[in-house]
């Protein structure tokens, strides 16, 4: 074997090494490329389901939304009723006021100012001291 035969030969060995270097490179590629696509494909699963989760949030969201708004309507009825019904009471009580007022104008006047007043004709208790206790 000559030299140029042996020196054919060691460019041969060289490239058949080189080209074995560029296989192996190539396999682990492919592997990444296997790996990125499997991941790419679990990575648009998981988008489908964020974005159908972000919907039953948004729905979620404008149902509250909705319930708050009656909620808020229902309150504020009930607050003009409640207000309605505490200023009929206050009235009441100032007319109730009014006439336990006038009545003991009469009763003590009737009566010359005594605080013990006789038993009135019914037979019910001292009206007038009921009066005074009921203040």
């Given at each position: 074997m000559d030299m140029t035969e042996m020196t054919g030969l060691l460019m041969d060995g060289i490239l058949i090494m080189l080209l074995g270097a560029v296989?192996?490179?190539?396999?682990?590629?492919?592997?990444?490329?296997?790996?990125?696509?499997?991941?790419?494909?679990?990575?648009?699963?998981?988008?489908?389901?964020?974005?159908?989760?972000?919907?039953?949030?948004?729905?979620?969201?404008?149902?509250l939304r909705k319930e708050s708004a009656e909620a808020i309507d229902d309150l504020g009825s009930a607050s003009r009723k409640a207000r309605a019904l505490a200023d009929?009471?206050?009235?009441?009580?100032?007319?109730?006021?009014?006439?336990?007022?006038?009545?003991?104008?009469?009763?003590t006047s009737k009566h010359g100012g005594e605080e013990n007043v006789t038993p009135i004709r019914s037979g019910r208790p001292d009206l007038l001291k009921a009066l005074k206790e009921a203040r």
């Amino acid at each position: 074997m000559d030299m140029t035969e042996m020196t054919g030969l060691l460019m041969d060995g060289i490239l058949i090494m080189l080209l074995g270097a560029v296989l192996f490179a190539c396999i682990r590629v492919n592997g990444r490329l296997i790996d990125m696509r499997k991941g790419q494909s679990e990575l648009a699963d998981l988008m489908g389901r964020l974005e159908s989760s972000t919907k039953q949030a948004q729905d979620a969201v404008s149902h509250l939304r909705k319930e708050s708004a009656e909620a808020i309507d229902d309150l504020g009825s009930a607050s003009r009723k409640a207000r309605a019904l505490a200023d009929e009471l206050t009235l009441i009580t100032e007319a109730g006021d009014n006439l336990a007022n006038r009545l003991e104008k009469r009763l003590t006047s009737k009566h010359g100012g005594e605080e013990n007043v006789t038993p009135i004709r019914s037979g019910r208790p001292d009206l007038l001291k009921a009066l005074k206790e009921a203040r």
